[in-house]
């Protein structure tokens, strides 16, 4: 890494601080895009490359130039042992591999080629196809690489159930139900597209299929055994042909999609629902040069990111998101509340509030429109997290002309309600939806996506917390009461909390107690200052903190791993808000950033740091790794400058505000 060699103000000084400061708000200063907005790349693993180059050859574009450079990420990124992860650092996932072997073999790699030999061995030891998840499985299907009799059944009739049912698509997660909906009609017309002979990958089978997850209680084996029986029953009145409301099944499905693609980046603004569409509406009997087809096709291409030899694909942008984390970031670095550049970031942030009622007003009926979602366009599917941040980021910022000030303080407050609006039960949020709880979805055959329901989430709550506290809401709100409630009742034995949304007992531990530092809880108390002491012992001997998505897998491994700038920044937040600020842990995690820092004033994660789904997708967000270090050494800045204060939030010392560069 480049590093930024540390002054000799020496390591964790208020000054070596304030010079990194003022570095690293000129470079996020030169990176925001002339409308105000920040969006950085979004990294996932390989499975989006591989579903990209399958989903080309679907539409009859393997031959294309974008397929052999995704091909040669492809190979750049295998492990040297043979299979291909779903993080950097992570050991070779089946589903993961299965899928680049297949894309490899399809673009025309040899099976004897070293690279493919490998790569085979491993999945063959991995457990084969028959290991796969299911949604791979029914990908492979599409191409005749596996039964369809043998994929779990995705009826589209589920569309049809009214609302009241135990089972409806609005009773499961929103990003599951914009993958469900296209993947029932691929389901219903089991299309086969031919690849060559030589890219059959028969190879890859051992004739063993593993055994799904064993239940654990009785209520759990009395769902996996009803599941089971339903998945039969559905797949013997598909042979016999016993569907009497499937063409009013389809007709339904495809309405709700295009309903959904109105002010959106394709359905659900995310790759799987937008490749799944695309496959849909071929199912459908759309032409390949129909417009709604070429209309998603569009979409897909827009998450394309090409160099010389390569090309990756994002999942999906994370515009309002990275802007809204930005801002305050900013502002705690002293950048002033009427900064022009604050100004029009909010302005941006404004354009993208959400003005029309989506898929959560089914389970929250009473909560009025308003909130963010988190890509460039995508109405239907607000979210928490997006609006809590958002809503943290607006309340810093103020405009000169009192009528724009008020369209600020009016959303905010539209936000506001809405946000209280998605409050479950518990006291806590879940992201996109309210009340999608029942863990009976996880059974399912076609479940072990491990992402079926949007429970209440410690981080989400924690930042929620924030959220209302920055918009004058006070401890004693009985939202806020119940949500710290929520917290206090999630905390592990040993001080820390989960990470849902990012990786993943550092960052849950994080968004907690900054969560409850807000919300007026004394973090004094020997409960919280546990927090502190597992931070203590997690503490690399580099001076940063670390943690690998091996962690939702084993949890004896929450908060282990290599340092990245991103967790360490988190892990100093925390600490901060203990209290800790004149701590030798503290100072040596400064010193690591002011270390790791790069010429041009940004930092680099070389590991993953966010979450998808856990147990399956992770993602690495690149901008994570510039503005959560520059909000940790602004709040270190001013605890350091002001005695007393290293358990607050707000915005630090004043620091001269860079000048940003001249775009040419």
């Known amino acids: 890494m480049n590093e930024r060699p540390v002054g000799p103000a020496g390591g964790a000084s208020p000054e070596g601080a304030r010079n990194a400061i003022a570095a690293a708000q000129r470079y996020l200063l030169s990176i925001q895009h002339p409308d105000g907005h920040w969006c950085g790349e979004l990294e996932g693993d390989t499975i ?94 599409v191409f005749g690489q596996w039964d369809w009799n043998d994929c779990p059944a995705v009826p589209p009739e589920l569309v049809l159930l009214p609302d009241w049912f ?77 569907k009497p409301w499937r063409r009013r099944a389809i007709e339904v499905s495809e309405r709700w999609i295009h309903e959904r693609l109105v002010s959106s980046d394709g359905l659900g603004a995310i790759f799987p ?25 569009r979409e897909l291409e827009r998450l394309e990111l090409e160099d010389e030899e390569t090309l990756r694909v994002q999942p999906c942008f994370s515009p309002v998101w990275d802007t809204a984390i930005a801002l305050p970031a900013l502002a705690a670095s002293g950048v002033p509340a009427d900064h022009p550049l604050s100004r029009q970031a909010a302005r941006w942030l404004l354009g993208r509030e959400v003005r029309q009622v989506g898929d959560w007003k089914r389970r929250a009926p009473e909560a009025p429109v308003g909130g963010w979602y988190f890509e460039y366009a995508n109405e239907f599917y607000p979210d928490t997290d997006d609006t809590a941040e958002v809503l943290t980021a607006l309340s810093g910022v103020r405009f000169p002309v009192e009528a724009e000030d008020r369209e600020r303080r009016d959303a905010i407050e539209r936000g506001r309600k809405w946000l209280l609006g998605m409050q479950n039960d518990d006291g806590g949020w879940g992201a996109f939806d309210k009340g999608c709880v029942n863990e009976i979805w996880t059974y399912i055959p076609f479940a072990d996506h491990n992402a079926m329901i949007d429970p209440s989430c410690e981080d989400i709550t924690g930042r929620a917390l924030e959220a209302l506290h920055n918009l004058g809401d006070r401890p004693d709100h009985p939202a806020i009461r119940r949500a710290v409630a929520f917290l206090q009742s999630r905390q ?66 929450r908060g282990v791993g290599p340092s990245t700038p991103s967790q360490t920044s988190w892990a100093l937040m925390a600490l901060l808000a203990l209290g800790r600020v004149d701590s030798e842990a503290v100072r040596r ?23 998808g789904f856990p147990k399956v997708f992770y993602l690495r967000y690149h901008l994570y790794a510039t503005y959560f270090p520059l909000w940790a050494l602004s709040l270190y800045g001013r605890a350091a400058v002001t005695p007393g204060t290293g358990a607050s939030a707000g915005a630090s010392t004043p620091t001269a505000v860079a000048e940003k560069p001249v775009r040419e």
Not at 493 to 518: E, K
Not at 589 to 611: K, P
Request: glycine residues 8%; hydrophobic residues 40%.
């Open 273 to 297: 629902p937008i490749i799944n569409t695309i496959m849909a509406f071929r199912c459908l009997g759309y032409g390949l040069d129909d417009p709604r087809l070429k209309a998603q096709e």
């Open 589 to 611: 995690g400064i010193d690591y950033l002011l270390r790791t820092q790069q010429y041009d004033g940004s930092w680099r994660d070389e590991h993953w740091t966010a979450t």
């Open 166 to 242: 135990p089972f409806t698509i609005y009773k499961i997660s929103s990003w599951s139900r914009t993958i469900v909906v296209p993947l029932a009609i691929i389901w219903a017309n089991k299309p086969f597209c031919p690849v060559p002979a030589g890219a059959q990958i028969s190879e890859l089978r051992t004739g063993v299929v593993p055994e799904r997850r064993s239940p654990r209680t009785v209520l759990e084996t009395f769902w996996f055994v009803f599941f089971t029986f339903v998945d039969k029953a559905l797949k013997a009145a598909e042979a016999a042909n016993l």
């Open 492 to 557: 592990e034995a040993d001080g820390s909390w989960y990470g849902r949304w990012g990786c993943n007992y550092i960052y849950g531990t994080w968004l907690a107690l900054r969560g409850l530092l807000h919300a007026g809880v004394d973090l004094s108390a020997p409960r919280y200052q546990r927090a502190a002491e597992w931070f203590l012992l997690r503490q690399n001997p580099d001076g940063g903190w670390g943690e690998l998505q091996h962690s939702y897998e084993n949890p004896s491994t």
């Open 48 to 141: 989006l490359e591989s579903e990209y180059i399958l989903t080309l050859h679907f539409l009859g574009r393997t031959g294309e130039e974008r397929v052999r450079k995704a091909a040669a990420y492809l190979r750049k990124k295998q492990l040297p042992e043979g299979g291909w992860p779903n993080y950097e650092g992570g050991p070779p996932d089946v589903s993961v591999s299965v899928k680049a072997y297949f894309a490899l073999k399809l673009v025309g790699d040899e099976p004897d080629a070293p690279h493919m030999a490998r790569a085979r061995e491993v999945i063959l030891r991995l457990g084969g196809i028959e290991a796969t998840n299911s949604f791979t499985r029914i990908y492979l299907a």
